[in-house]
């Protein structure tokens, strides 16, 4: 009984970790990160970042192409290896497959998308602008807003979700953490002034 669940388990962690190769590796290379800020201070808001928030989303949407992989092996696993092991491949790996299209569907957007990256990008241009919130603008992508670090106005009410750079709560941490959130913000957006 508790081989067949290990089994069941052991299929289910590699298939996880598959489809989340492309959110958990790319983006963390350190030359991908040079140009920003280390984790957690605030990001400037420039065409990096918005690259960077575009990326996200590529490497989000790039899970479904990922879990070719375990589906392919838990359904060689089911015909002629481990059965649990190839149930836990299918099960996960399915699931993220069913999530994804069922959120797409339903409306239900991930962190990463392009009407936060347009936004960020009127944040950028009202800045470069004589509309500007003060003499000097500064747009920085804090935790929980975008704020003008001149004047802190608040210029955007949308937290920050993960970005890619490397975690400062250490790898194993930092890893524990995405995992659970699946790159999403971990605090609320605060109310637009």
């Given at each position: 009984m508790w081989s067949v669940f290990f089994e069941f388990l052991i299929g289910a962690v590699i298939a996880y970790m598959i489809t989340r190769i492309?959110?958990?590796?790319?983006?963390?290379?350190?030359?991908?990160?040079?140009?920003?800020?280390?984790?957690?201070e605030p990001i400037y808001i420039d065409e990096y970042l918005i690259q960077r928030l575009l990326h996200m989303r590529l490497f989000y949407w790039l899970a479904l192409f990922f879990a070719i992989i375990p589906l392919s092996f838990g359904w060689f696993s089911l015909a002629y290896g481990s059965a649990p092991i190839g149930f836990g491949m299918?099960?996960?790996?399915?699931?993220?497959?069913?999530?994804?299209?069922?959120?797409?569907?339903?409306?239900?957007?991930h962190p990463w998308t392009k009407q936060l990256a347009m936004e960020l990008q009127l944040v950028r241009n009202k800045a470069e602008s004589d509309e500007s919130c003060c003499n000097l603008p500064y747009p920085m992508w804090e935790v929980s807003a975008v704020r003008c670090r001149s004047c802190f106005k608040n210029l955007l009410n949308h937290s920050r979700p993960d970005l890619g750079r490397p975690r400062s709560d250490g790898w194993i941490m930092g890893?524990?953490?995405?995992i659970l959130t699946d790159g999403r913000p971990i605090l609320a957006s605060e109310e637009e002034e």
């Open positions: 492309p959110f958990l590796t790319f983006p963390r290379i350190k030359s991908w990160n040079e140009q920003f800020s280390p984790h957690p299918w099960a996960v790996s399915g699931w993220l497959v069913l999530s994804r299209v069922t959120g797409l569907l339903a409306g239900d957007d890893f524990i953490r995405l």
